[in-house]
């Protein structure tokens, strides 16, 4: 997905699973080119008896001429969550995207 349309897409394809979707910024700082975000993410899927679930992270998010150029998420689910048996390295995850391109990177490569 490239562009403004291409985020539009996205997001709508997210409320139409997720029509529930709350997004919180916990945390906001800007410096240069760069822009670190704190965010909670609560939302739960339309499917009959389909839990609520949580998530938290953070993303770092380069702009160039005004235009999102790269980006770095991580998150993990809170301890709080039922789902929570796992350990941080099975839930966090990186997702990178450089030059219009996405791909999965593991936490610290």
Known sequence: MFGPQGVRSLVASRRDACPNL???IL????????????WRVTSGLKA????VRTFEGISI???LAGKQ?????EYAVPADDAQAKRSPAQISTGNRL???????TQPGS
């Not at 150029?69 to 998420?73: A, I, L, R, W």
């Not at 450089?98 to 999965?104: L, N």
């Open 22 to 24: 709350h997004v919180k």
């Open 27 to 38: 945390d906001q700082v800007a410096e240069e080119d760069r822009v670190a975000t704190r």
């Open 48 to 51: 009959p008896g389909a839990r």
């Open 61 to 63: 998010v380069r702009l």
């Open 69 to 73: 150029v790269d980006s770095y998420t």
């Open 98 to 104: 450089a030059g219009g391109a996405s791909g999965q």
